[in-house]
Protein backbone atom coordinates (compact mmCIF):
# COMPACT_ATOMS: atom_id res chain seq x y z
CA UNK A 1 0.00 0.00 0.00
CA UNK A 2 1.33 3.72 -1.06
CA UNK A 3 0.76 6.35 1.42
CA UNK A 4 1.39 10.28 0.62
CA UNK A 5 1.69 13.40 2.84
CA UNK A 6 2.38 16.33 1.12
CA UNK A 7 5.07 15.92 -1.47
CA UNK A 8 6.44 12.24 0.18
CA UNK A 9 5.70 9.15 -0.30
CA UNK A 10 5.99 5.45 1.26
CA UNK A 11 5.37 2.26 0.31
CA UNK A 12 6.38 -0.03 3.12
CA UNK A 13 5.64 -3.58 1.12
CA UNK A 14 7.74 -2.20 -2.01
CA UNK A 15 10.48 -0.40 0.57
CA UNK A 16 10.38 2.84 -1.38
CA UNK A 17 10.46 6.50 -0.46
CA UNK A 18 10.16 9.34 -2.06
CA UNK A 19 10.60 12.62 -1.74
CA UNK A 20 11.54 15.99 -3.50
CA UNK A 21 14.54 15.88 -4.95
CA UNK A 22 16.71 18.80 -4.30
CA UNK A 23 15.67 18.23 0.07
CA UNK A 24 16.80 14.35 -0.52
CA UNK A 25 20.19 15.51 -2.72
CA UNK A 26 20.82 17.90 0.23
CA UNK A 27 19.43 16.59 3.48
CA UNK A 28 19.17 12.91 2.40
CA UNK A 29 17.44 10.49 4.76
CA UNK A 30 19.32 12.00 8.10
CA UNK A 31 15.37 12.50 8.63
CA UNK A 32 14.38 8.90 8.43
CA UNK A 33 16.85 7.60 9.86
CA UNK A 34 16.91 9.47 13.29
CA UNK A 35 13.24 8.70 12.75
CA UNK A 36 13.74 4.99 12.39
CA UNK A 37 16.81 5.04 14.79
CA UNK A 38 14.08 6.52 18.00
CA UNK A 39 16.74 9.50 18.09
CA UNK A 40 14.05 12.00 16.95
CA UNK A 41 12.71 13.61 20.34
CA UNK A 42 9.49 15.08 18.51
CA UNK A 43 8.54 12.27 16.44
CA UNK A 44 8.79 9.86 19.31
CA UNK A 45 6.67 12.32 21.60
CA UNK A 46 3.60 12.79 18.78
CA UNK A 47 3.72 10.13 16.22
CA UNK A 48 1.17 8.15 18.68
CA UNK A 49 -1.01 10.80 17.45
CA UNK A 50 -0.99 9.73 13.90
CA UNK A 51 -3.20 6.78 12.82
CA UNK A 52 -0.45 4.63 11.60
CA UNK A 53 3.21 4.73 11.64
CA UNK A 54 3.56 5.49 7.58
CA UNK A 55 1.37 8.80 8.21
CA UNK A 56 3.53 9.63 11.25
CA UNK A 57 6.49 9.40 8.97
CA UNK A 58 5.28 11.04 6.17
CA UNK A 59 4.08 13.91 7.91
CA UNK A 60 7.46 14.24 10.12
CA UNK A 61 9.14 14.36 6.57
CA UNK A 62 6.94 16.73 5.09
CA UNK A 63 7.27 19.01 8.22
CA UNK A 64 11.21 18.80 8.20
CA UNK A 65 10.98 20.11 4.11
CA UNK A 66 8.37 22.48 5.12
CA UNK A 67 11.23 24.24 7.52
CA UNK A 68 14.13 23.50 5.21
CA UNK A 69 12.46 24.98 1.84
CA UNK A 70 11.26 27.77 3.98
CA UNK A 71 15.22 28.39 5.19
CA UNK A 72 15.86 28.61 1.22
CA UNK A 73 13.27 30.81 1.02
CA UNK A 74 15.14 33.21 3.81
CA UNK A 75 18.35 32.47 2.57
CA UNK A 76 17.20 33.73 -1.23
CA UNK A 77 15.99 36.63 0.32
CA UNK A 78 19.30 37.42 1.92
CA UNK A 79 21.14 37.62 -0.79
Known sequence: MTKMVGKFTIDM???I????????REQGNAKLDAILDGVDTVFNTVAHLSPDL???ILV???????????MKDVE???R
Open 13 to 15: EAS
Open 17 to 24: FEGPAAYM
Open 54 to 56: ETA
Open 60 to 70: AMQTDYAQWAG
Open 76 to 78: AWL
